[in-house]
């Protein structure tokens, strides 16, 4: 494997990362990107992640079935805090408030988006983390349209982290006294200055800010013959 | 029963809780048959899908209280989409765990749950009828006692699709998920199975009889009656007719043709339309 890591395969170890050290706890990717990256996190590094058919089978590290996980189990697992969950984000403020339910005013949206879903209860039970394929200050808003997921100035409800947010162009965390969103790394090819450009709101700059690590030479192996040998990820980013 | 005798002993008005889940063994033939009737103003409960989507595009939903509005493979329902956009529907607009919450304060006849989900964020605000309580116990978790007291969400009727049933009204899934369908009926006045077929006995793995008579007022053999939905085994989702459904559903002139040709007729109809 000589070919340089593209970016698409850059975002999926990025989000993986998000996995770390959790142990056996319910990954729940959201999208493509989030499923192979929890998929290569489990053949790598996290070997204790439980992962479902997105119905209701568990099935381990060869697609053998290993559990039974209707949604009334997993809205148990989910309270019961044993769940990691990456979702999506229509809008993303400084906070971490996430929006996926519609744009505009909520009386009549403009657009209807999925609806609220689970992500109000996973974020105060559970740990969360975000995957925005599209880094723009549509997304990066000073403030959401709906509140979703719960950011970090609502008054602390529940057992309240959210872990990374990964997109296009960066990895980004609430690691600050004030909790706001920090640049905690940059894909390689991007600039801090660009990361800035996409983001709606002020972004904590660390002096240094390190370049997102590049796939190990097993983990693009993974990625292209075994997890996503079609090159679907490739079409999730802009 | 038939679907249209069913749908006979609903009332204007009703709150009308619907089972499975997006488009996923959803009682399809006695929502079709909910269409041909003259039923008006309903709420209709439930994790939404072409259910929900249809009886708003029929105008005979005047809410729907749910967490989302999804037909699986295509994200959004596009007549619940175009209705909040246009504002032709209420919305009570829940977490997903809220909703089971909600089912189960009101099969256990309890006036509500306590709750984490939903606290901080903007579904109280857009429920403003919604309270919290605080535990009057200490909290062993260190979490916090403050909590969300999801009320009963009561309904008057239940719509659920099983894989087999008898005439009895013992109901049995097949597929992998029960979704809430036990708790729709427990928390209905009256619960109505469609079923893909009436069987003299059930058989199987005990732990796939979900409903019990108890719980089930009468039965009415809809074959593809969870038609375009999943309804595995016997079944997956009908994708193309899906897509189908969705593309008419963009455009009023694609939809009214649509409508006369698949939803004007009785179920027989539905179903030979649908093979044709």
Redesign the interface.
């Known amino acids: 494997m000589t070919d340089e890591p593209t970016r698409a395969e850059v975002c999926v170890v990025a989000c993986a990362e998000a996995w770390r050290g959790d142990g056996a706890i319910l990954a729940s990717p959201m999208g493509l990107i989030p499923t192979l990256a929890a998929r290569l996190a489990r053949l790598t590094f996290a070997p204790d992640l439980l992962l479902t058919d997105g119905e209701a089978y568990l099935l381990d590290q060869d697609d053998q079935v290993e559990g039974w996980l209707p949604y009334a189990k997993v809205f148990t697992m989910l309270a019961a805090g044993r769940r990691h969950v990456m979702m999506g984000a229509a809008q993303i403020d400084r906070y971490g408030n996430q929006n996926i339910s519609c744009i505009g005013d909520w009386k009549r949206p403009k657009a209807q988006l999925l609806g609220v879903r689970g992500a109000p209860g996973n974020t105060v039970n559970h740990p969360v983390s975000y995957w925005i394929p599209r880094h723009s200050p549509r997304v990066f808003v000073s403030a959401v349209d709906m509140i979703c997921g719960v950011g970090y100035d609502r008054g602390d409800p529940g057992p309240h982290e959210l872990r990374v947010v990964v997109t296009n162009l960066a990895v980004l965390d609430f690691g600050t006294p004030e909790r706001v969103m920090r640049l905690r790394s940059v894909h390689p090819g991007v600039e801090v200055s660009d990361v800035v450009a996409a983001t709606g709101f002020p972004l904590v700059i660390p002096d240094e800010v390190p370049v997102t690590r590049l796939p190990t030479a097993e983990e693009l192996e993974l990625i292209r013959t075994r997890l996503d040998p079609g090159g679907a990820r490739e079409r999730e980013l802009p | 029963m038939t679907p249209d005798e069913v749908v006979a002993e609903l009332r204007d008005g009703m709150t009308i809780g619907v089972g499975g889940?997006g488009s996923r063994r959803k009682p399809m033939a006695l929502v079709r048959a909910i269409l041909r009737s003259p039923l008006r103003n309903l709420t209709i409960v439930g994790?939404a899908g072409p259910d929900a989507g249809l009886l708003v595009a029929s105008g005979q939903a005047k809410r729907i209280v749910?967490?989302?509005?999804?037909l699986d493979s295509i994200?959004?329902e596009p007549h619940?989409?175009r209705a909040?956009?246009d504002?032709t529907v209420e919305l009570t607009?829940?977490?997903?765990?809220?909703l089971?919450w909600g089912l189960l304060a009101a099969a256990h006849r309890l006036p509500f749950l306590p709750?984490?989900?939903?606290?901080?964020?903007?579904?109280l605000?857009?429920n403003p009828e919604l309270r919290t309580v605080r535990s009057p116990y200490a909290d062993p978790y260190g979490?916090?006692e403050?909590l969300v007291a999801m009320p009963a969400l009561r309904l008057d009727a239940a719509l659920v699709h099983m894989n087999r049933a008898d005439a009895a009204g013992n109901g049995q899934y097949l597929g992998?998920?029960?979704?809430?369908d036990d708790l729709f009926c427990l928390a209905a006045e009256r619960a109505y199975v469609s079923c893909e077929r009436i069987v003299p006995s059930l058989e199987g793995p005990p732990q796939s009889l979900l409903l019990n008579r108890a719980m089930v007022h009468a039965v009415a053999e809809t074959p593809n009656g969870a038609h375009f939905t999943s309804c595995v085994p016997d079944y997956g989702r009908d994708e193309a007719f899906q897509a189908h459904y969705a593309r008419a559903a963009a455009d009023p002139a694609e939809w009214e043709r649509f409508r006369a040709e698949y939803l004007e007729g009785d179920e027989a109809a539905y179903q030979e339309a649908v093979r044709g």
């Open positions: 889940w994790y749910t967490g989302f509005a999804s994200a959004l619940f989409r909040r956009q504002g607009e829940l977490d997903e765990g809220m089971h709750i984490r989900a939903g606290l901080g964020s903007g579904v605000e857009v979490i916090g403050e992998p998920d029960p979704y809430f």
